[in-house]
């Protein structure tokens, strides 16, 4: 099997895996609801509705629309990206990192255009409802992000150490940039090196 090929087959993969949980959380959890798995590990169903961490770059749908654009943007920059270091038969490992990165901006992409469409809004009361009568909760590319990871690995009293609740694109991303990060820094150097050369 070709590079190309086992990249998208990968990509498919981990897409189906972050959207086959997220719509069962999406569809089985009320807002808030939470499955203790272990002391350290638990199912809490939470909705993101901008950046990283729950960061917002303003108020209203304008704010969500442009955060999306620069998502659907920058995804698009990776697969040119990607693309181009198959080319110059770059490191197996650095295109895995970059699928993983890449795999996670889509997994969220996918929320943010549909997902405000497609389901009927999560509250703590009730359910949210798969492609309901009266429509979606808001617009196309305003959806919110669904996470459901949670690690409160310590908790003394009222301190929680790791309080984040992200969800599988997310760990996609952190895994793919720390791995590229750890071992991949020196590809990264040379070949920028060899680009000024060149220019």
């Avoid at 086959?20 to 009320?30: E, M, N, Q």
Wanted: contains cysteine; proline residues 4%.
């Amino acid at each position: 099997m070709s590079t190309p090929k086992k990249l998208i087959l990968i990509s498919v993969i981990l897409l189906v895996l972050d959207q086959c949980v997220k719509f069962w959380i999406k569809t089985s959890f009320t807002l808030g609801e939470e499955i203790r798995i272990f002391d350290w590990f638990r199912l809490l169903f939470v909705e993101n509705p901008g950046m990283a961490f729950g960061m917002k770059l303003g108020e209203g749908n304008v704010w969500k629309i442009v955060l999306t654009s620069f998502r659907i943007v920058a995804s698009a920059g990776i697969i040119w990206y990607i693309r181009k270091l198959i080319k110059e038969q770059a490191p197996t490992g650095v295109l895995i990192c970059l699928t993983l990165i890449l795999c996670g901006a889509l997994g969220n992409l996918i929320d943010s255009i549909f997902y405000g469409v497609i389901f009927s809004a999560s509250t703590p009361y009730h359910v949210a409802e798969f492609l309901p009568a009266e429509g979606g909760y808001t617009s196309l590319l305003c959806g919110k992000v669904v996470d459901m990871l949670y690690f409160p690995l310590i908790v003394k009293g009222d301190f929680i150490f790791f309080r984040p609740v992200f969800n599988f694109a997310d760990s996609y991303i952190t895994i793919g940039a720390a791995v590229l990060i750890i071992f991949y820094r020196k590809f990264f150097s040379t070949t920028k090196g060899n680009e000024q050369q060149q220019s």
